[in-house]
């Protein structure tokens, strides 16, 4: 068989197992209400949790940025692609979150790749949750260390593994702090005393808590209490709640300073536009000075949490933006997501490999521009679909 045909194959293999990918066309700006491959309909598919990826104070900011430096960075931030907006966005980062230094990353996945491996190599242990994001467990991959995956959120099971292993050699702790296709929270606390008990480093990816979680928006983190000596690695994204584009690790000096020498995807690669941290920088004050946006995403999740209970629909245990609904296999999540689209509503179904077989699930989330309307209408509808 030629190369050509192999592929043919494989992509015929997917497609009868009803787990081909498309890309839908989203004609509009990232909202609650939306157009999608030219159809009008409520929007319970994004990550933009707090209603800010088309904020006009952000847009003004992201514009300022642009007229003042222009569209591209240029060159990597080693070579000559920083500029006094990230330095400034890394220093509020570092401020806000509490930590000594803050270092920007172009992406989510770039930051799990770079800090990684700066901790561990060849030799060493990594020490992974079951349903951490793929940009977490290709980290682990790529480091070369030895890598041990533990049961969802089982801190006993995580414990044997960190019982078993030599005590010399460097360890590393890394989850997510809300699981991406589950909502609920990793155990923070009873990881942070595992991880000092074993002396092992600690990362948490809060991708998902960052802007959401926590009195003012620092996160998973801020909720529990948890500072830079608790969890040394902070790694969170601008993608999501922040509404714009990026990421950064947060943690001591000489983390920082070793992400600068060491961290690969933070050497080989371009710098962020300088307007999108411009952006960023607005974004993260109005996260801070905005709780009405918080308080009002909580309300819709007590209310749809509640609605679906009435309905027997059994939502998975979650009090954050992401509601799943598992619904079984494949070919059941992408029926109903298809007719919930007829509908009006944009409702991904999530497949495996992205979640375990036999968890095909509707992944539905939640932002502060819904309405409490919006979150009624998807409650029929589903009634309508998936009861
Ligand atoms: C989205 C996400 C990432 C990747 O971030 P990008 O900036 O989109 O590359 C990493 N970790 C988690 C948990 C995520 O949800």
Redesign the pocket.
Known sequence: MDGQAGLRQGLEQRRSARLYRRRRLLQSPQAAHVVVDGRSCINFSS?DYLGLANDSRVLAAFARGAETFGVGSGASHLVCGHGPEHHALEEELAAFTGRERALLFS????A?IGAVAALVQRGDYIFEDKLN?A??LDAGRLSGARMQRFLHNDIAALQRRLESCPGAASKLIAV?GVF?MDGDCAPLSELALAASRYKAWLLV?D??GFGVLGVNGGGLLQDAGLGQREVPILMA????ALGT???FVAGSEELVETLIQQARTYIYTTALPPAVAAATRESLRLVQRESWRREHLQFLVTRLRLGAEQLGLALLPSNTAIQPLVLGDAARALQVSEKLFEQGFFVPAIRPPTVPQGTARLRITLSAAHSEGDIDRLLQALEHCAS
């Open positions: 990550n992406t989510g996945y770039m799990n994001h940009s977490l997510d991406s990816d991708a998902h994204t601008f993608g999501k584009f990026g990421a």
